[in-house]
């Protein structure tokens, strides 16, 4: 079965950081890409960051670009996503998952809260 399990939210204020991590099973996770979603109050949920397999490629949002790096460790099932220079626009429930649209498995989410 597979399951995702996001850690690390938190509320900070403008300007930290945090770091994400999602523990991934039920699959083998080295041979897909995985993806960090958010989705803010109000808003559809929208692509954050990617990773291939071998973390030789990244993509980013350009409103997370220079700030934020998704990484990943094939050998723990685990990918992260380093967060720095939060903003309050930021604020929102960050979900991992493989970037297929097959692939309806979501996690809980871990909650980010940016304020002051």
């Known amino acids: 079965q597979v399951q995702f399990v996001e850690s690390g939210g938190g509320l900070v204020q403008p300007g930290n950081s945090l770091r994400l991590s999602c523990a991934a099973s039920?699959?083998?996770?080295?041979?897909?890409?995985m993806a960090w979603y958010r989705q803010a109050p109000g808003k559809e949920r929208e692509l954050v960051a990617r990773?291939?397999?071998?973390?030789?490629?990244?993509n980013y949002a350009d409103s997370v670009k220079g700030r934020f790096t998704i990484s990943r460790d094939n050998a723990k099932n685990t990918v992260y996503l380093q967060m720095n220079s939060l903003k309050p626009e930021d604020t929102a429930v960050y979900y991992c998952?493989?970037?297929?649209?097959?692939?309806?498995?979501w996690g809980q989410g871990t909650q980010v809260t940016v304020s002051s």
């Open positions: 990773i291939s397999t071998d973390s030789g490629v990244t």
């Open positions: 039920g699959f083998t996770f080295s041979t897909y890409a």
């Open positions: 998952k493989v970037p297929l649209r097959s692939w309806d498995y």
